[in-house]
């Protein structure tokens, strides 16, 4: 009797649970169990693994070969496990030493004839192993861009079952590579190419400067959609904490690329009403995926003719807008993923949307009908309300010169560092993430300075959210005008942000 052990990594969301892999080969009625809540898939690899092995030029044991997969009571999904289980079980027969085996993370799909294909999830893989303490992973050649990001690991790349092998023998067969150079990512649309539209220009500046959300109406073309692309320019690039935070949920979607291995720019996420629950919340069978909230995880994401999204999906935005994450509860458990971004809303006022509302043909119970599209939870949560203005004139003449995103990305990232200063012992980086008891306590403003928020709520113009968030936005103005705290005038303006209607 033969006894071999190794690893892999078992993903739930973006976080990995370390799995050990053991496998005894012994007497018995030859065959082979897999036991520890394999899914289909997994369940499948007993076959696939022994093709790979044989034409690899090896022998699958013919004996009775029994692998467990610990913790047992975990599900495990997937094929990621195929690698490990090949190595595993060649180490107990004893056709191949054992040695390297015991703290090696093996990640990868085998196809037939031993090739070593890719798998989602490399990266939180690989940045959960490290976090159990081990040393050194096998991974497919293809993902070895990404996981060489994860630092404290020896990453090595296989492109065969064969190479695999060959390694665990004493040679040196396996790729290497050092962490790739991250170029700068490219600069996107430049926000001098809207015409005209002040007031919507300078609420896109707080939204950025705050992280605050905001809703653009107006009819067609009054440039809704262009200030909306242009938001993630304005924002300042991720950390590395945070690159790895976003490029973790983006490698589980199988969006990474060898050019593109890691997120460094705020991602902008773009979806079209047809677009189902599932797409923009996550799910699927078993454990579910990340859908486009969580893709857009320290970015954008952009909601064009919102209304017409409907009601079931525009209400699956109100947790994750408050608390930037999105659970998902199915069959094999809860799955938490990340969705912490600034939502952009653009709608039309009116079904008809004629460029002047004065052209307006709509019934008003039709009207109405239009507007309660949009819930009053949901609009609560939007800290910035525009109404676009139409556009008179296209000439030169008419519109001054805008303002490129270069000039006023600089004022966003002087306003956010002021904040994140203010912020950083809380754990917090921009105004819209402090929680409301903490603007009511240890800062606080005077009782003049929050006059227009108490009359507001006294008269039920405002709820309590509603003022929090006012207080949010008030502060991200202070930053802007450089001052150490909002003043009435800043008060009153974040008050005037949130109760602009359609006119």
């Not at 009571?73 to 056709?95: E, F, H, M, R, W």
């Not at 909306?228 to 979607?253: D, K, W």
């Not at 119970?365 to 939007?382: F, M, W």
Request: aromatic share 4%; glycine share 8%.
């Amino acid at each position: 009797m033969a006894l071999a052990r190794t690893w892999s990594v078992a993903l739930f969301g973006v976080d990995g649970v370390p799995v050990e892999i053991e496998a005894d080969v012994g007497v018995g009625t030859v065959k082979t169990q897999l036991l520890g809540l394999p899914d289909a898939a997994l369940h499948e690899s007993k076959d696939r693994v022994k093709a790979a092995v044989r034409n690899s030029g090896h022998d699958w044991p013919s004996q009775r070969v029994t692998l467990g997969l610990s913790p047992a009571t975990l599900p495990k999904n997937g094929s990621g496990y195929d690698l490990a289980i090949a190595c595993v079980v060649l180490a107990a027969a004893q056709v191949i030493p054992g040695d390297r085996l015991a703290d090696t993370v093996l990640l990868g799909e085998l196809a037939l004839d031993g090739r070593v294909r890719t798998i989602r999830g490399v990266l939180p893989a690989l940045m959960a192993a490290r976090r159990a303490g081990l040393t050194q992973a096998i991974v497919p050649v293809a993902a070895l861009h990404e996981a060489a990001l994860v630092e404290g690991l020896t990453v090595y790349g296989a492109a065969t079952l064969t190479d695999v092998l060959e390694w665990l023998n004493g040679q040196e067969t396996l790729h290497h590579t050092a962490p790739p150079t991250i170029a700068p990512p490219p600069d996107g649309p430049d926000l001098a190419d809207v015409v005209g539209q002040p007031e919507a220009r300078w609420a896109l500046e707080v939204a950025a400067a705050g992280g605050h959300h905001i809703l653009l109406t107006g009819p067609p073309g009054t440039g809704k959609t262009m200030l909306a692309q242009r938001l993630a320019g304005l924002l300042p690039p991720l950390s590395m904490e945070e690159a790895l935070g976003v490029t973790a949920v983006h490698s589980i979607a199988g969006l990474l690329t060898p050019e593109a291995p890691l997120v460094s720019a705020p991602p902008f996420v773009s979806l079209h009403h047809s677009t189902s629950i599932v797409a923009l919340v996550g799910g699927g069978a078993g454990l579910a995926k990340p859908g486009a909230m969580s893709r857009a995880h320290r970015g954008v994401l952009f909601l064009d003719e919102a209304r017409e999204f409907g009601l079931g999906k525009l209400e699956a935005l109100r947790t994750a807008l408050e608390e930037g994450e999105v659970r998902l509860a199915r069959r094999d458990g809860i799955t938490r993923y990340p969705a912490r971004f600034q939502l952009v809303m653009a709608t039309n006022p009116c079904p008809c949307a004629p460029p002047k509302d004065i052209d307006c043909i709509c019934l008003p119970a039709a009207r109405r009908r239009y507007e309660t599209k949009l819930s009053g939870p949901l609009l609560d949560r939007v800290d910035l309300r525009v109404v676009m203005r139409p556009l008179t004139a296209m000439s030169r003449e008419f519109v001054a010169d805008p303002e490129p995103t270069a000039t006023v990305r600089e004022r966003v990232h002087k306003a956010r560092t002021r904040a994140t200063e203010r912020w950083a012992e809380h754990g917090w980086f921009t105004n819209a993430e402090v929680p409301g008891p903490m603007l009511r306590t240890e800062f606080a403003l005077p009782r003049e300075t929050t006059s227009a928020v108490d009359r507001a709520l006294a008269k039920g113009a405002l709820t309590g959210r509603g003022a929090d968030r006012c207080l949010r936005v008030a502060w991200t103005l202070a930053d802007l005008a450089e001052v150490d705290q909002p003043t009435a005038d800043h008060v009153a303006a974040a008050l005037e942000f949130r109760e602009r209607r359609m006119s």
